[in-house]
């Protein structure tokens, strides 16, 4: 069951991390595109946040689920660290102009805040789960990172949870401004679980 779950975990972020390829390999509008006003569209500034975003968040999605892999960290440090290294960078770069798209996201300032909530926390708890490894607080740089994949696993629930919610509400916008919050704050939640039984079992195992 553990490695069932383990392989599903997988397989869902690199389909998703993946997903940012259609963006870049279609060259026409689909999905939520088609939402946004074409004067958009056609806002080079815009568009460069937007693709590096999608890019890099697509590239954090792949490569930081290989850090929950305990094989990994115990075989293979030096991997461990440099995929942790790519890691906080795709994030920076992600969640930065994640910030800015966050301003003209559809559905008004429910999902902007929601959105730009979900920036903050994903950057917040990246940099704060560095700054943990290089004072050797190994622990709390464990947690923190579990915070920081959560925020950045948003990408993958977010899809899962939005056809539910049109399907349920039968409109898009209302469903979207939904999302905006679901696809991050259970994952938080999950994270947070993990982290305290994590903390009980290392307790137990120290006395």
Same mark, same amino acid.
Do not use: E
């Given at each position: 069951m553990k490695k069932l779950r383990w392989y *599903? $975990?997988?397989s869902l972020a690199v389909l998703v991390g993946l997903y940012p390829l259609r963006y870049v390999i279609i060259k026409q509008t689909f999905g939520l595109l088609t939402t946004k006003p074409l004067e958009l569209l056609q806002n080079t500034v815009w568009n460069t946040f937007f693709y590096t975003h999608i890019i890099f968040g697509g590239l954090a999605l792949l490569v930081g689920c290989w =850090? $929950?892999?305990q094989k990994l960290l115990t075989t293979n440090k030096p991997l461990h660290r440099k995929l942790g290294k790519s890691y906080m960078i795709f994030v920076a770069l992600s969640g930065l102009s994640g *910030?800015?798209?966050?301003?003209f996201a559809t559905g008004g300032w429910i999902t902007t805040i929601g959105f730009g909530s979900l920036g903050i926390i994903w950057l917040s708890t990246t940099y704060l789960a560095y700054r943990a490894?290089? =004072?050797w607080k190994i622990v709390l740089h464990q947690q923190l990172m579990t915070y920081s994949y959560a925020a950045c696993f948003a990408a993958v629930t977010l899809r899962i949870w939005l056809p539910l919610l049109i399907i349920t509400f039968q409109d898009f916008f209302i469903a979207y401004k939904i999302v905006a919050w679901l696809s991050w704050l259970p994952n938080i939640a999950v994270a947070y679980i993990r982290n305290q039984y994590i903390s009980k079992v290392s307790m137990n195992i120290s006395k």
């Open positions: *599903l $975990f997988v =850090q $929950f892999s *910030l800015y798209i966050a301003a490894v290089k =004072q």
